[in-house]
T-cell receptor
Framework: EAQVTQNPRYLITVTGKKLTVTCSQNMNHEYMSWYRQDPGLGLRQIYYSMNVEVTDKGDVPEGYKVSRKEKRNFPLILESPSPNQTSLYFC??????????????FGNGTRLTVT | KQEVTQIPAALSVPEGENLVLNCSFTDSAIYNLQWFRQDPGKGLTSLLLIQSSQREQTSGRLNASLDKSSGRSTLYIAASQPGDSATYLCAPLQTGGFKTIFGAGTRLFVKA
């Protein structure tokens, strides 16, 4: 089944403890992206990647890192989480051919709480 | 900077009604525009994608239109059902920066 898989689904951690949220897609998509969703602020892009080893900042990249060493994986790293990073996180991917993009496929989300 | 506005913010209708959700965006330099559905606490499900060169896309009871030059898209839902209750988001993909910018969504409640 074609899907984007995020893990974990729920995570509670403490301030400053490094964590990684994994994202994997099995559709051979070039484009991958991370978003956070907060009440009243909607979905905001954190980082995106056009292909392996190509990443760029979205609108709210502060406090996050990403890497794209393989096409299928795009982990989100919080080196020193803070309470303002408590949010619902989504990973998404799409196929890219020239200037045409297939629909964005989303994972089921990771609900992160930082205390 | 791209700004996406969705009107109305919330909508409650009786079952069977046809309804229109509106989306406007300020920057017409887009590759495509996508409509999503999100159920509470869940991920986003893609409903329809319209490429910038297209005017319309249809899937079942859903029809989405795009007027890129005027910065508008509409999602038409025919014969609404209680199962259509969800939040609907529109999201244009910008050519500059390859960013997908999301509207705040329209929360739809269809009463049985």
């Amino acid at each position: 089944e074609a899907q984007v898989t995020q893990n974990p689904r729920y995570l509670i951690t403490v301030t400053g403890k490094k964590l990684t949220v994994t994202c994997s897609q099995n559709m051979n998509h070039e484009y991958m992206s991370w978003y956070r969703q907060d009440p009243g602020l909607g979905l905001r892009q954190i980082y995106y990647s056009m292909n392996v080893e190509v990443t760029d900042k979205g609108d709210v990249p502060e406090g996050y890192k990403v890497s794209r060493k393989e096409k299928r994986n795009f982990p989100l790293i919080l080196e020193s989480p803070s309470p303002n990073q408590t949010s619902l996180y989504f990973c998404a991917s799409s196929l890219r051919r020239a200037q045409l993009y297939s629909p964005l496929h989303f994972g089921n989300g990771t609900r992160l709480t930082v205390t | 900077k791209q700004e996406v506005t969705q009107i109305p913010a919330a909508l409650s209708v009786p079952e069977g009604e046809n309804l229109v959700l509106n989306c406007s965006f300020t920057d017409s330099a887009i590759y495509n525009l996508q409509w999503f559905r999100q159920d509470p606490g869940k991920g986003l499900t893609s409903l329809l994608l319209i490429q910038s060169s297209q005017r319309e896309q249809t899937s079942g009871r859903l029809n989405a239109s795009l007027d890129k030059s005027s910065g508008r898209s509409t999602l038409y839902i025919a014969a609404s059902q209680p199962g259509d209750s969800a939040t609907y988001l529109c999201a244009p993909l910008q050519t500059g920066g390859f960013k997908t910018i999301f509207g705040a969504g329209t929360r739809l409640f269809v009463k049985a």
